[in-house]
């Protein structure tokens, strides 16, 4: 089988949304171009889980499989391009030859990704957090603070705050 005829990619612009919490996402994705974001809304503040910039993947990968409502949204923060994987193409994927080993590696890059977010939410401090962001995340520097501070656990007066300190450490 082919799986070429069966890819399409969506245009979502800065500030639409991807899919909302409690949707039923039909699909999962990877960013093409540009850059989304993945949050949950707790007592009316935004806490923003991760960032998908081009090549990444994209989704409520549980609310997909399950067919049960997404626990988070997902909002582009500039123009962006994702590549949608539906029911259809997961099923082509796992047809092919390499597509079981595709899925894994997909699979296994998310559970890593929120293992990774998670430890570091309990280990390290806000400015460790920052200093592996801007080390890891060259491509993420010019995204809005307020984004940034609530992806880090910190208020946005406080990651200016923390940005200052660093700096004068620099100096």
């Known amino acids: 089988m082919r799986i070429e005829p069966l890819l399409k990619s969506k245009t979502i612009y800065k500030g639409e949304f991807l899919f909302r919490e409690n949707d039923i996402c039909e699909f999962v994705g990877i960013t093409l171009k540009g850059c989304l974001r993945t949050f949950l809304i707790k007592g009316g503040k935004e806490f923003t ?9 994209v989704g409520d990968y549980e609310s997909f499989r399950k067919q049960k409502p997404a626990c988070f949204s997902c909002q582009a923060i500039e123009d962006s391009e994702v590549l949608i994987v539906n029911h259809q193409v997961l099923s082509a994927f796992e047809e092919l030859p390499d597509g079981q080993k595709f899925l894994r590696l ?7 990704m929120l293992r990774d977010k998670l430890l570091s939410l309990f280990r390290d401090s806000p400015e460790q957090r920052y200093l592996d962001f801007v080390q890891t995340e060259p491509e993420l520097q010019g995204i809005p603070q307020y984004y940034l501070a609530s992806y880090l656990g910190i208020e946005p007066e406080s ?6 300190r660093i700096y004068q450490k620099k100096s």
């Open 106 to 112: 997909h699979a296994e890059y998310l559970a890593f």
């Open 159 to 164: 990651l200016s705050r923390l940005k200052r």
């Open 49 to 57: 889980l991760f960032f998908h910039p081009k090549h990444r993947p």
